[in-house]
């Protein structure tokens, strides 16, 4: 049996990758595991767009609103 962990980053740049697919709205994303600049700069732009502060810090709201922004497509 083979089991695969995944880092919270890994999941949350799935996330990311599919809203910059589908909508182009947020500058990208490298889906490595590592939060990196990137990740941060889609972060707070996902933020903006829903009106937050901009700290690039994940948070539960931050986190509900990339799941169901993934979920739109424009």
Not at 39 to 55: A, G, P, W
Request: include cysteine; glycine fraction near 6%; proline fraction near 4%.
């Amino acid at each position: 049996q083979v089991r695969v962990l995944l880092s919270l980053p890994f999941l949350i740049q799935k996330f990311l990758l599919k809203i910059c697919q589908q909508t182009g709205n947020i500058p990208g994303v490298r889906v490595s595991g590592i939060f990196d600049d990137l990740m941060e700069k889609s972060v707070m732009k996902i933020q903006s767009i829903f009106n937050q502060d901009t700290t690039g810090v994940i948070d539960p709201v931050t986190w509900y609103n990339i799941v169901e922004y993934s979920k739109q497509k424009e």
